[in-house]
Structures are given as C-alpha cells and as structure tokens.
C-alpha cells in the first residue's frame, strides 16, 4: 500500500482537514499518478455536505484532477511514465452491459464507479483528488494535451466534459442559439465552449457583476435574470438552455424562453426537485432533459477541442488551507471562476 496526503471531511459539519490516506496497490492495469493539481467542483461540497444523501466518513473528495504518471502495472499500454494525464469524475464501470460496450460508461446499467464516495471494485470507498496520489485503472485515465495550461487545466475534467456533451449531444454549431444559466464553474466554460462551436451564446446571470466577462469569453449578449422582466423578454429565443445552476430555478420561466422544439438541458444538481407545468413543454414542443458528465472518449475529444481552440478554464490556484474558505466563497459565487488546489502544498 502507498500512502498518500490529502484533505478530508471528517463529518458532514466539520471543515476540511489534512488526513493521510492509503491508495491500492499498483496492480498490471493501473497507473499511479502524482496528483499536482485538483478542482474544487460544486458537487465535491454537495457531498461532503450530504446534500445528496448521506456518505461514508472521513471522505476524500476532489474529481477534476490533473498530475505525472510515476508507475504503470505489467499490461498498460495507454500511459507511460512521465505523461501528463487527467482523472475526472469516474474511475471504473462494469464493462459489459450495453452502455459500457456502446462506450458510454457514464451511463453504465450498474452505475459507474465514482472518483470519490463511491464503492470500489475492491469494496473500500473511493477517495478523491484533494490528494498527492490516486492510483486508477489505465482506460479512465486522460491524456493530457501540453498545450493546456497545467495549473488551469483541471476543471476540464468535470466541469469542460459536463458541459461539453450536452452542447455536442444537441449539434451545437453555427446558427445554434443557446443561453447558459448560472456562470460558475460550469457555465463559464460552458460559455467559452459553445461560443468555439460556433453558437450565439446568450449567459443568463442573476446581476451584472459578470457582465463584462461574459463578453470577454465570446457571449454576443449577457442578461441579469435577477432585472423584473427579464425572462419575459426572451420568450422563444433560443435553440438549447444549458442549466448549470446549483440551486432550483423556476423552469416555466425558463422554458419559455426556448423556441418551438427547444431543449432545456439541466446539468445543475440541486437537491431539491423541480417543479414544472406540462403545458410548458407540450406548447412549443419543447424538451427538459438531464446530462451527466461524458464518456471517457467523448471527455478525450473535449480535452483535445480545448487544445485547438485555446480553450483555458478561469482559475484561482490556492493552496490546501484554504479549501474551507474556497467552500464558503463558492457557495457565495465569489469565484472568478474556479477553485484549483497546488497538491504540493498538501
Ligand atoms: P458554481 O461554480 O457554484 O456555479 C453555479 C452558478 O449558479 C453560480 O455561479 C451562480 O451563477 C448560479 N447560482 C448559484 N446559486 C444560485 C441560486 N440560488 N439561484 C440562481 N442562480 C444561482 O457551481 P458548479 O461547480 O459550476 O456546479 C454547478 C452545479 O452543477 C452543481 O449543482 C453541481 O453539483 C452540478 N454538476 C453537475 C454535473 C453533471 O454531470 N450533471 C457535473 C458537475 C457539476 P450566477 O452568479 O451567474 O447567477
Ligand atoms: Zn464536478
Ligand atoms: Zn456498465
């Protein structure tokens, strides 16, 4: 066994502390990564927080992940020592149900092993990146292109793949109108993504304060959703809602403001169900739909876009002592636009 150094969740109350952790054995599939950088992803704090149910203490978390490769089992064949890789937010599936045989293990019919608290294989509990190391089978691990900056690249690994799929799944390109709700740490690469595509991006943001960047990031128009009106005046504008927002939205509202056969796509995953009229979907022909990160070829394919379009997460590098803080300012929007750990100073 390897020990590694991390920050945990002692209990669902308690702030962060530094724990050290154990990682398997380097067994003939897997790959041993020196992490050197992690994401503070929204769903890390839902989860801590047992906001999505309750978990198993003391809890790693951490799934948008970056590092070296330092040691490869017997039969690996993809990653070599010294690559660059990536980790996102799954590192295993079963394989052999239809989804994973399709290539959409995050689809899987038995559900994917998840980066953190989740059951391994070996039934310990996974254990995220707010960590030195994570070993993790070859197929589940990114390859890294040394065009993307390597202190900023991590938040592609969650929040670049989330909202990439849903605007690849929906053919997002020229002539595509799509607005994107909330620009946290999804939305704005949401933004910077469809706007590379080709789309007329609209960001949807309750005040102004992010007006100017929206813009700086390729958005043609920025509307505070929080302005008395503001939704009204959008009725039947855009091809494709893409809804990053961490808490319930009122999503009449929204889908109003989609064209005839439109799809509001949430992404964002509050605890709370949302409530919805039929009538909002059957008039206009329109579409509420759900996405859940991507498959390891199509989170592959996004790395590379990034790569080719100069696409680079917003990112604020802090050091470990400051994750609780980095919580609380997340869960205030007072992130410009994402939270990424130097593992170093674990
Ligand atoms: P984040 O950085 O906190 O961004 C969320 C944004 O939503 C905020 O910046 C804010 O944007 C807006 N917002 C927050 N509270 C709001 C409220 N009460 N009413 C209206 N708008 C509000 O979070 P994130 O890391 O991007 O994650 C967003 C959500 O996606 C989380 O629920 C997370 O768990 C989920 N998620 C889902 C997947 C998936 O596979 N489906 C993957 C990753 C994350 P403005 O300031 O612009 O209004
Ligand atoms: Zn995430
Ligand atoms: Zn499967």
Known sequence: MLTAKAYAAPS?????????IERRDVGPKDVLIAIRYAGICHSDIHTVREEWGPITFPQVVGHEIV??????????????????VGVGCMVNSCRECEQCR???????????????????????????GYSTHVVVDEDFVLTVPEAL?????A???????????????????????VAVVGMGGLGHLGVKIAV??????????????????????????????????????????????????????????YLATLRPEGALVNVGAPPQPLPVSVFSLIIGGRSLAG?????????????DFCAEHGIAPETELISADRINEAYERVLNSDVRYRFVIDTATL
């Open 102 to 128: 399709a290539g959409n293990e995050h689809y899987c019919l038995g559900g994917n092993t998840q980066t953190y608290a989740s059951v391994d294989r070996d039934g310990t509990i996974t254990q995220g």
């Open 155 to 177: 938040p592609l690994l969650c929040a670049g793949i989330t909202t990439y799929s849903p605007l690849a799944r929906w053919n997002t390109g020229p002539g595509s109108r």
């Open 67 to 84: 590092g070296e490769v330092t040691e490869v089992g017997s039969e690996v064949t993809k990653h070599s020592v010294g690559d660059r």
């Open 196 to 253: 590379a595509m080709g789309a007329e991006v609209t960001v949807l943001s309750r005040s102004e304060s992010k007006k100017d960047d929206a813009l700086a990031f390729g958005a043609v128009r920025h509307v505070a959703t929080g302005d008395d009106g503001a939704l009204e005046a959008l009725r039947g504008s855009f091809d494709l809602i893409i809804n990053t927002v961490s808490a319930p939205l009122p999503m009449d509202a």
């Open 12 to 20: 669902a109350t308690e702030p962060l502390v530094p724990l050290t």
């Open 291 to 303: 996405s859940n990160i991507g498959s390891i070829r199509e989170t592959q394919e996004m790395l």
């Open 149 to 153: 900056p390597y202190d900023a690249v």
